[in-house]
Protein backbone atom coordinates (compact mmCIF):
# COMPACT_ATOMS: atom_id res chain seq x y z
CA UNK A 1 0.00 0.00 0.00
CA UNK A 2 1.39 3.50 -0.97
CA UNK A 3 0.78 6.97 0.41
CA UNK A 4 0.52 9.75 -1.52
CA UNK A 5 0.79 13.37 -0.66
CA UNK A 6 -2.01 16.04 -1.23
CA UNK A 7 -1.27 17.75 -3.93
CA UNK A 8 0.48 20.63 -2.03
CA UNK A 9 2.21 19.85 1.19
CA UNK A 10 2.88 22.21 3.24
CA UNK A 11 2.53 25.74 1.58
CA UNK A 12 2.81 28.70 3.66
CA UNK A 13 -0.49 30.74 4.34
CA UNK A 14 0.89 33.49 3.05
CA UNK A 15 0.76 31.87 -0.30
CA UNK A 16 -2.79 31.78 -0.40
CA UNK A 17 -3.35 34.93 -0.75
CA UNK A 18 -4.69 38.18 0.79
CA UNK A 19 -8.20 37.53 1.98
CA UNK A 20 -10.91 40.15 1.67
CA UNK A 21 -13.30 38.52 4.06
CA UNK A 22 -12.83 35.79 7.07
CA UNK A 23 -14.87 34.25 8.97
CA UNK A 24 -13.25 32.10 12.47
CA UNK A 25 -14.59 29.83 14.72
CA UNK A 26 -13.31 27.44 17.79
CA UNK A 27 -15.40 23.97 17.33
CA UNK A 28 -14.86 21.16 20.56
CA UNK A 29 -13.91 17.65 19.59
CA UNK A 30 -17.00 15.93 19.32
CA UNK A 31 -18.61 14.17 16.73
CA UNK A 32 -20.77 17.08 16.74
CA UNK A 33 -18.24 19.52 15.27
CA UNK A 34 -18.57 18.36 11.69
CA UNK A 35 -22.40 19.33 11.25
CA UNK A 36 -21.15 23.10 13.17
CA UNK A 37 -18.32 23.04 10.47
CA UNK A 38 -20.65 22.54 7.65
CA UNK A 39 -23.40 25.06 8.97
CA UNK A 40 -20.91 27.49 9.36
CA UNK A 41 -19.33 26.88 5.99
CA UNK A 42 -22.82 27.33 4.03
CA UNK A 43 -23.35 30.88 6.09
CA UNK A 44 -20.05 31.94 5.22
CA UNK A 45 -20.33 31.20 1.71
CA UNK A 46 -24.53 32.38 1.34
CA UNK A 47 -23.20 35.36 3.06
CA UNK A 48 -19.88 35.95 0.22
CA UNK A 49 -22.16 34.83 -2.80
CA UNK A 50 -20.56 31.71 -3.16
CA UNK A 51 -23.28 29.42 -2.53
CA UNK A 52 -21.92 27.45 -5.56
CA UNK A 53 -18.76 26.73 -3.81
CA UNK A 54 -21.06 25.07 -1.03
CA UNK A 55 -21.63 21.24 -1.93
CA UNK A 56 -17.73 20.50 -1.89
CA UNK A 57 -16.57 22.67 0.71
CA UNK A 58 -19.05 21.71 3.20
CA UNK A 59 -17.52 17.73 2.48
CA UNK A 60 -14.11 19.01 2.64
CA UNK A 61 -14.40 20.92 5.87
CA UNK A 62 -16.55 18.28 7.20
CA UNK A 63 -13.31 15.73 6.38
CA UNK A 64 -11.14 17.96 8.20
CA UNK A 65 -12.73 18.81 11.10
CA UNK A 66 -13.80 14.92 11.65
CA UNK A 67 -10.00 13.97 11.26
CA UNK A 68 -9.11 17.11 13.84
CA UNK A 69 -12.13 15.59 16.18
CA UNK A 70 -11.38 12.13 15.84
CA UNK A 71 -7.29 11.82 15.44
CA UNK A 72 -6.53 14.78 17.35
CA UNK A 73 -5.99 15.20 21.06
CA UNK A 74 -9.17 16.32 22.36
CA UNK A 75 -8.22 20.06 22.60
CA UNK A 76 -10.89 22.81 20.68
CA UNK A 77 -10.20 22.79 16.86
CA UNK A 78 -9.97 26.07 14.60
CA UNK A 79 -11.89 26.70 11.58
CA UNK A 80 -11.11 29.29 9.71
CA UNK A 81 -12.67 30.13 6.46
CA UNK A 82 -11.46 33.24 3.87
CA UNK A 83 -12.87 34.43 0.62
CA UNK A 84 -9.41 35.68 -1.37
CA UNK A 85 -10.22 37.47 -4.88
CA UNK A 86 -8.33 35.57 -7.36
CA UNK A 87 -6.15 37.62 -10.85
CA UNK A 88 -8.67 37.08 -13.14
CA UNK A 89 -11.77 37.77 -11.37
CA UNK A 90 -12.03 34.26 -9.72
CA UNK A 91 -13.18 34.16 -6.07
CA UNK A 92 -11.50 31.04 -4.14
CA UNK A 93 -12.28 29.82 -0.67
CA UNK A 94 -9.48 28.87 1.33
CA UNK A 95 -10.83 26.66 4.43
CA UNK A 96 -7.89 25.92 7.54
CA UNK A 97 -8.70 23.94 10.07
CA UNK A 98 -6.03 23.69 12.91
CA UNK A 99 -5.71 21.53 15.62
CA UNK A 100 -3.08 21.12 18.36
CA UNK A 101 -1.73 17.54 17.85
CA UNK A 102 1.00 16.76 17.08
CA UNK A 103 0.64 13.78 14.81
CA UNK A 104 0.30 14.58 11.20
CA UNK A 105 -2.32 13.78 8.85
CA UNK A 106 -1.03 10.71 6.94
CA UNK A 107 -3.13 10.43 3.19
CA UNK A 108 -3.75 6.36 2.61
CA UNK A 109 -4.76 4.46 -0.35
CA UNK A 110 -7.67 2.64 1.05
CA UNK A 111 -7.74 -1.16 0.09
CA UNK A 112 -11.20 -1.71 -1.82
CA UNK A 113 -12.53 -3.53 1.18
CA UNK A 114 -11.55 -1.14 3.39
CA UNK A 115 -14.23 0.61 5.87
CA UNK A 116 -12.21 3.31 6.48
CA UNK A 117 -8.77 5.62 5.32
CA UNK A 118 -10.81 7.68 2.33
CA UNK A 119 -11.23 11.46 3.90
CA UNK A 120 -7.80 12.67 2.62
CA UNK A 121 -8.00 11.59 -0.42
CA UNK A 122 -11.64 13.07 -1.06
CA UNK A 123 -10.10 16.13 0.03
CA UNK A 124 -6.98 15.88 -2.63
CA UNK A 125 -9.66 14.72 -5.15
CA UNK A 126 -12.07 17.37 -4.85
CA UNK A 127 -9.86 20.52 -3.91
CA UNK A 128 -8.34 22.37 -6.05
CA UNK A 129 -4.99 22.39 -3.94
CA UNK A 130 -4.95 21.28 -0.19
CA UNK A 131 -2.27 20.22 2.14
CA UNK A 132 -0.79 20.76 5.84
CA UNK A 133 1.07 23.12 7.41
CA UNK A 134 3.25 21.91 10.94
CA UNK A 135 3.37 24.55 13.38
CA UNK A 136 4.63 24.85 17.32
CA UNK A 137 1.75 23.91 18.45
CA UNK A 138 0.04 21.52 15.84
CA UNK A 139 -0.69 21.81 12.20
CA UNK A 140 -3.60 23.73 10.07
CA UNK A 141 -4.86 21.32 7.36
CA UNK A 142 -6.48 23.40 4.65
CA UNK A 143 -7.99 23.19 1.23
CA UNK A 144 -8.86 25.54 -1.26
CA UNK A 145 -11.59 26.09 -3.70
CA UNK A 146 -12.42 28.45 -6.49
CA UNK A 147 -15.59 29.94 -8.78
CA UNK A 148 -14.59 29.50 -12.66
CA UNK A 149 -12.09 32.18 -14.12
CA UNK A 150 -14.18 34.29 -15.73
CA UNK A 151 -11.88 35.63 -18.06
CA UNK A 152 -11.27 31.66 -19.09
CA UNK A 153 -15.41 31.29 -19.73
CA UNK A 154 -15.23 34.40 -21.94
CA UNK A 155 -12.36 33.67 -24.22
CA UNK A 156 -14.31 30.24 -24.49
CA UNK A 157 -17.15 31.19 -25.28
CA UNK A 158 -15.79 33.50 -27.81
CA UNK A 159 -13.83 31.06 -29.23
CA UNK A 160 -16.97 28.87 -29.55
CA UNK A 161 -18.65 31.99 -31.27
CA UNK A 162 -15.90 32.56 -33.77
CA UNK A 163 -15.66 28.57 -34.59
CA UNK A 164 -19.32 28.50 -35.77
CA UNK A 165 -18.73 31.49 -37.59
CA UNK A 166 -16.17 29.78 -39.32
CA UNK A 167 -18.40 26.91 -40.16
CA UNK A 168 -21.35 29.19 -41.26
CA UNK A 169 -18.52 31.81 -43.07
CA UNK A 170 -20.17 34.36 -41.27
CA UNK A 171 -18.68 37.39 -38.80
CA UNK A 172 -19.29 37.35 -35.31
CA UNK A 173 -21.71 39.22 -34.49
CA UNK A 174 -21.95 40.82 -30.48
CA UNK A 175 -24.69 40.09 -27.96
CA UNK A 176 -26.68 42.19 -26.71
CA UNK A 177 -28.95 41.52 -23.34
N1 LIG B 1 -5.95 15.97 12.36
C1 LIG B 1 -5.26 14.81 12.41
N2 LIG B 1 -4.40 14.57 13.45
C2 LIG B 1 -3.69 13.41 13.50
N3 LIG B 1 -3.77 12.44 12.56
C3 LIG B 1 -4.60 12.63 11.51
C4 LIG B 1 -5.39 13.83 11.38
N4 LIG B 1 -6.11 13.72 10.24
C5 LIG B 1 -5.82 12.54 9.70
N5 LIG B 1 -4.90 11.88 10.45
C6 LIG B 1 -4.31 10.56 10.14
O1 LIG B 1 -4.41 10.35 8.75
C7 LIG B 1 -5.14 9.16 8.48
C8 LIG B 1 -5.93 9.28 7.20
O2 LIG B 1 -6.99 10.20 7.37
P1 LIG B 1 -8.30 10.00 6.49
O3 LIG B 1 -9.22 11.11 6.82
O4 LIG B 1 -7.91 9.83 5.07
O5 LIG B 1 -8.90 8.60 6.96
P2 LIG B 1 -9.67 8.25 8.31
O6 LIG B 1 -9.98 9.48 9.09
O7 LIG B 1 -8.85 7.20 9.00
O8 LIG B 1 -11.00 7.56 7.77
P3 LIG B 1 -12.27 8.27 7.08
O9 LIG B 1 -11.94 9.72 6.87
O10 LIG B 1 -12.47 7.53 5.78
O11 LIG B 1 -13.40 8.08 8.05
C9 LIG B 1 -5.97 8.89 9.71
O12 LIG B 1 -6.27 7.53 9.87
C10 LIG B 1 -5.05 9.40 10.82
O13 LIG B 1 -4.08 8.43 11.16
MG1 LIG C 1 -10.95 11.08 8.12
Redesign the pocket.
Known sequence: MTSRPWREWGAAAGERGTAVAEFRAELPASLGSARQARAAVREALAAWGLDYLAGDAELLAS?LV???A???DGQPIGLALRRVPGPRGEQSLVCEVT?T?P??????D?EPDAE??????IVSALARTSGVTPSLVGKT?WFTLATPDPSAEADAEAEVGLSSCALHGAKPQQEFR
Open positions: EANAEHGDSAMPMPRARGRGLSA
